[in-house]
């Protein structure tokens, strides 16, 4: 069903998915306007939207996600709320207090003021780390969202992203002051990928460190399936039309939902070479530790970070979590996704990993240059 004439906010605008997302639907719908709530929104962004905006109003609202007065401008008159916004750690990197009052603070109160504001409907960007792996690293092949699972989540990022995900969720079916009723899900993308990752940037950076071999942090079994940027803006597109159909929105609404497409199962180092390798890049055969010692020496530099705590801010390289994230298998299925709102990947695997490539190729002088002077 279409969105024509809706009104709708994407807060998180200036990001990885939110700006993809924003050129989509800008693509596809006729929407009346659509609001760019970020803390930050850079004034060549808009410029760039320009050009493809059509008859669609946009509108920018600068502010933080813990502001009750921005979200209230943002939403009021709007009926449909694209939650892309998050802190994203996988470091250690932020503060517990940070990540909490950004990721789950901020949902809350977004969803609040949407209740206040009468906006019919909410999709919230989830993750696969609130899937797992649990720390044992137990795998998950081809998984759906009915598959079994002991989740054990210790890394702030992943508890808060779960907690955020579940107020989402508890939110559906509460009534608006105009007597209506909010309909939410959440969607939880595999590792998102393409044009504007910065985490593919920063694997190519340690590569050109390395003399152009790219690290290997995980083995070759590990494989996981990886989603390109363009169907993960698809599926939130998909789960929008989804909410406003009477029929589906009964379906969707209080679920979440898996976001994968047709990327092959790899690991995550094999992977950065799949993308990098036509940019004359190598990868170590083996990860340059075994990974018994790797988890070792990660448990040392963890204790070494809570004993120094008090007097320095130290955030170690790799923590275990993040090992075991690297180095279990872990793969999702897109077809409840598929049944339930019709979403299906629009790009295949070579037109991702082209696209992919080619951004990078554009960006790789640049880095050369940075790490030369």
Known sequence: MSLKGEICVVTGACGFLGER??????????????????????????????????????????????????????????????????????????????????????????????????????IYTSSIEVAGPNPRGDPIVNGNEDTPYSSCLKFPYSRTKEEAERITLRAHGEELRNGGRLAACALRPMYIYGEGCRFTVGHMRDGIRNGNVLLRMSCREARVNPVYVGNAALGHLQAARALRDPQKRAVVGGHFYYISDDTPPISYSDFNHAVLSPLGFGIQEKPFLPLRLLFFICFILEALQTMLRPFVRFTPPLNRQLLTMLNTPFSFSYQKAHRDMGYTPRYDWEEARRNTTDWLASVLPKEREQMNA
């Open 21 to 122: 997302l924003i050129r989509l639907l800008l693509r596809e719908e006729n929407l009346a306007e659509i609001r760019l709530l970020d803390k930050d929104v850079r004034a060549e962004l808009i410029q760039s939207l320009e050009d493809c905006r059509g008859g669609t109003r946009l509108a920018v609202f600068e502010g933080d996600i813990r502001d009750t007065e921005v979200l209230r401008r943002a939403c009021k008159g709007a009926s449909l709320v694209f939650h892309t916004a998050s802190l994203i750690d996988v470091t250690g990197a932020v503060e517990y207090r940070e990540l909490y009052e950004v990721n789950v603070k901020g949902t809350q109160l977004l969803l609040e003021t949407c209740i206040q504001e009468n906006l019919a409907s909410f």
